[in-house]
């Protein structure tokens, strides 16, 4: 090997070794801390909700920046006032109705700084707050980001739930955000679960929850997530939908969005208001009688394969056309 590859090689392996040492926190790792994610509308607000009524867990609405500052620290160091900054400046921070100056204090205070307690101290300010001795998060997108939240906080448990993907579809083409296309929506909806079970088996702590599952069986499906998280299961959690108006109010505020108008706190909160209701058990197969023919057909031509291998019941022979030349079997 060439000197100069030899001194690259040096210098790359003390890179990535300043990089650890700026990530990994300095405290204690936490009791395991539940991160509900995947494909939106597949039911993780409804998780997120029934795993808050816990009297130790908080979770907060969507957090979005964490893989963001992750990223700032791999970079380069950080301030405890860039770090702050991150957080504080960010377009969801005025979902979480803490002080800012008090959550700048304490990630100042850090010494040093690292990634993993800035990530910490913001979630435990926030429980705190909420009378909790234990946090999570719940933000669908950081399922494509296990692998790198995992490498900081070691006690991230990932619970990806996942529904099927006509109805997801359904909810979708309601949204000022989403998908516009049942195709489009059929391959958003592919591609993150095979993303993230690709990824699955380099997460220490991953589970799959299917929402089916969780309506016709919550309180079997909530005793599985405990276990996973190491938290004794409570009751409370079954009349999640008694204090659900109140948690979801925190996003009673217009969203800034950037290039777009801001999208007003109404549709906001309008999104989420059967997460205000016991499980309804009509929120299953509704694809069966919304969707036509020809809709079912362009959504099962682009997800026939992973509807097959997730066993979920194909209708048309579009989907079956494709489950075929893609080889998805359904599961044993």
């Given amino acids: 090997m060439a000197l100069g590859d030899t001194v690259d090689k040096y210098r790359k392996r003390a890179a990535i070794i300043r ?23 597949s039911g993780t607000t409804l998780l997120r909700l029934m795993l808050d009524s816990h009297p130790e867990v908080a979770i907060p609405g969507e957090t979005h920046w964490v893989p963001k500052l992750i990223k700032a620290f791999e970079r380069s160091k950080q301030s405890g006032e860039d770090a702050a900054a991150l957080v504080i400046d960010h377009k969801r921070w005025g979902d979480f109705h803490l002080d800012g100056a008090e959550l700048r204090e304490k990630i100042v205070a850090l010494d040093p700084v690292t990634a993993a307690d800035a990530i910490r101290t913001f979630y435990m300010t926030y429980a705190e707050r909420e009378g909790k001795t234990r946090y999570g998060d719940k933000t669908p997108g950081y399922v494509k980001e296990m692998r790198r939240i995992q490498r900081v906080l070691p006690e991230a448990h990932f619970v990806h739930i996942i529904r099927d993907g006509r109805d997801v579809s359904l909810s979708h083409l309601r949204m000022n955000w989403g998908p516009e296309s049942y195709a489009e929506s059929a391959r958003l909806w592919r591609n993150r679960i095979r993303k993230a079970r690709k990824m699955a ?5 991953y589970m799959e929850v299917r929402f089916e599952e969780l309506v016709g069986d919550t309180e079997g499906v909530l005793r599985r997530v405990c276990d996973f998280i190491e938290l004794e299961f409570d009751p409370v959690m079954l009349d999640y939908h008694e204090r659900a108006e109140g948690r979801l109010a925190e ?16 549709t906001r909160l309008e ?31 682009v997800a026939g394969d992973m509807l097959v291998a997730l066993g979920y019941e194909l209708s048309t022979d579009a989907g079956r056309e494709r489950a075929q030349a893609k080889g998805a079997t359904a599961p044993a």
């Fill in 251 to 266: 996003k009673a505020r217009d969203l800034p969005r950037k290039n777009r108008p801001d999208q007003p706190a109404e």
């Fill in 201 to 205: 088996p380099d997460v220490n702590h």
């Fill in 271 to 301: 999104s989420h208001k059967l997460a205000k209701e016991p499980p309804r058990a009509d929120r299953i197969n509704m694809w069966r009688e919304r969707m036509t023919p020809e809709e079912i057909a362009e959504y099962e031509a």
């Fill in 19 to 41: 990089a650890g040492k700026r990530l990994r926190g300095r405290s204690e790792t936490p009791p395991p801390a539940p991160f509900v994610c995947g494909v939106t509308r």
